[in-house]
């Protein structure tokens, strides 16, 4: 049961553009949705991070919307960049226990010149 | 910023052997640490968390005793792969957070590939 729903699976954008990606999740009790960024051979880095109290936010060029009526929330990157080829992946985690964090299955972005 | 370091970044074992990975943190104390596996093209799927001076909790379908976990300290947890085959071929990557911080992010460390062959 995929409980964090992520789309596209692939997007092309031109440098410059802005590239989005969506998620959705069923799980109520979710309260913590982090956004990772991960090249190739790597490990996974947190990019930026989101409360359901707040409905966006930004850092940079990256921000979150978050609509808890919708249970979604999406990245956008603003003047998406070639350096910002890379596989982006949403999460949800919950604040009780040791908050263990379900991951989307990835959105592989390629930025072309 | 924390660093979680991983190691080795890369293992080639036969069948039928077994391999052992280790995750520290390098700069800060960890009570928990969870490891993750991931095959290409695919997303990250937890296998199990990983308490210290603890047994570790694994996620459903996960054999316990073919992936031992040990979390021995504040800032090293190990998980070794036993009778590796083929099918263990992955991506594993471990991750931790700050002690006492249940609601700060994750810290990844750099994944290990393993191959078996």
């Known amino acids: 049961q995929q409980q964090v729903k992520q789309s596209p699976q692939s997007l092309i954008v031109q440098k410059g553009g802005i590239s989005i990606i969506n998620c959705a999740y069923e799980n109520t009790a979710f309260d913590y949705f982090p956004w990772y960024q991960q090249f190739p051979g790597k490990g996974p880095a947190l990019l930026i991070a989101i409360r359901p109290d707040v409905s966006e936010k930004k850092e940079g060029r990256f921000t979150i919307s978050f609509n808890k009526s919708a249970k979604q929330f999406s990245l956008h990157i603003m003047d998406s960049q070639p350096g910002d080829s890379a596989t982006y992946f949403c999460?949800?985690?919950?604040?009780?226990?040791?908050?263990?964090?379900?991951f989307g299955i990835g959105t592989k972005l390629q930025v072309i010149p | 910023g924390a660093v979680v370091s991983q190691h080795p970044s890369r293992v080639i074992c036969k069948s039928g052997t077994s391999v052992k990975i280790e995750c520290r943190s390098l700069?800060?104390?960890?009570?928990?640490m969870f490891w993750y596996r991931q095959f290409p093209k695919q997303s990250l799927m937890l296998m199990a968390t990983?308490?210290?001076?603890?047994?570790?909790?694994?996620e459903q379908g996960v054999e316990k005793d073919k992936f031992l976990i040990n979390h021995a300290s504040l800032t090293l947890s190990t998980l070794t792969v036993t009778s590796a085959h083929p099918e263990d071929s992955s991506f594993y990557i471990c991750?931790?957070?700050?002690?006492?911080?249940?609601?700060?992010?994750?810290?990844f460390g750099n994944g290990t590939r393993l191959t078996v062959t």
């Open positions: 990983s308490n210290e001076g603890s047994k570790a909790t694994y």
């Open positions: 999460a949800a985690a919950n604040s009780g226990g040791y908050q263990k964090v379900t």
């Open positions: 700069d800060f104390q960890a009570t928990t």
């Open positions: 991750s931790a957070r700050l002690r006492g911080h249940y609601n700060s992010p994750l810290h």
